[in-house]
């Protein structure tokens, strides 16, 4: 049996999935909702410590491929998962 990770949202993650939706907002209020919640229900799941989540590109860090557009940063140790940001999976990371 696994033992669930205690999952640790940033500032950052919270500014950057708000600035996501506002953009979709603009077009689709429905729409920016919908990614919200997706993006964050992913996040959630981070605390099976089996949810699929994939080698960063920066050392020490993981990304969770939470949509097809979007890719949410985060740090794990044997404890908690610190999420760190989302990220368009188009733009230049690190």
């Known amino acids: 049996m696994n033992t669930l990770l205690k999952v640790?949202?940033?500032?950052q993650y919270w500014e950057s999935l708000q600035a996501i939706e506002d953009y979709i907002a603009h077009d689709n209020?429905?729409?920016a909702l919908d990614i919200?919640?997706?993006?964050?229900?992913?996040?959630?799941?981070?605390a099976?410590?089996?949810?699929?989540r994939r080698p960063g590109r920066v050392p020490?860090?993981?990304?969770?491929?939470?949509?097809?557009?979007?890719?949410v940063i985060l740090e794990q140790d044997l404890?908690?998962?610190?999420?760190l940001e989302v990220l368009l999976c188009a733009m230049q990371y690190p």
């Not at 640790?8 to 500032?11: I, T, V």
């Not at 919200?36 to 981070?46: G, T």
């Not at 020490?60 to 890719?71: D, I, Q, R, S």
Request: net charge negative; aromatic share 8%; no cysteine.
């Open 60 to 71: 020490g860090t993981l990304e969770l491929v939470a949509h097809p557009n979007y890719v």
């Open 36 to 46: 919200w919640l997706a993006i964050d229900d992913q996040v959630s799941k981070l």
């Open 8 to 11: 640790l949202r940033k500032p």
């Open 79 to 83: 404890e908690k998962v610190t999420v």
């Open 48 to 52: 099976d410590p089996n949810f699929p």
């Open 29 to 31: 209020p429905l729409a």
